[in-house]
């Protein structure tokens, strides 16, 4: 595994881009994934679009794709260090805000794996 912290702060980041916590941020996710570049494909092939307007759709339908993807290997990575984090006995350090358990999940994962020096409780990388 990587520095977990990283992993960590990635995710953090492209989850505000990837954010479906309300219905409109869904419809905006679908309607560039799938629906944009289909009425795209369709318009092209009759002849009603010309190749060079489809570009940019299809550009950001691979630009949509392409965080979405990184988004769920991150998310995976975030789900093992959580498991790191309960076969460890729990976390050492906690955070009231639920938006930072990631960071919480690497430092007890960065523990357990005893990937930093222990040098005065200070955790090097």
């Known amino acids: 595994m990587n520095n977990p912290f990283k992993t960590a702060e990635a995710y953090i980041q492209i989850r505000k881009?990837?954010?479906t916590s309300t219905w409109e941020?869904?419809?905006k996710r679908i309607n560039?994934?799938?629906l944009m570049p289909l009425i795209s494909i369709c318009l092209l092939l009759l002849?009603?679009?010309e190749f060079i307007s489809s570009l940019s759709t299809m550009f950001r339908a691979f630009q949509a794709w392409k965080e979405w993807k990184e988004f769920i290997d991150l998310r995976f990575q975030?789900?093992?260090m959580f498991l790191i984090t309960m076969k460890s006995g729990g976390p050492v350090i906690v955070t009231n805000n639920s938006e930072y358990m990631p960071y919480?999940?690497?430092d007890a994962t960065y523990r357990y794996l005893g990937m930093g020096k222990s040098l005065g409780g200070k955790l090097e990388g």
């Open 47 to 49: 002849g009603k679009l």
């Open 104 to 106: 919480v999940f690497a």
């Open 17 to 19: 881009k990837c954010d």
């Open 78 to 80: 975030v789900q093992e």
């Open 32 to 34: 560039d994934m799938i």
């Open 25 to 27: 941020k869904t419809v």
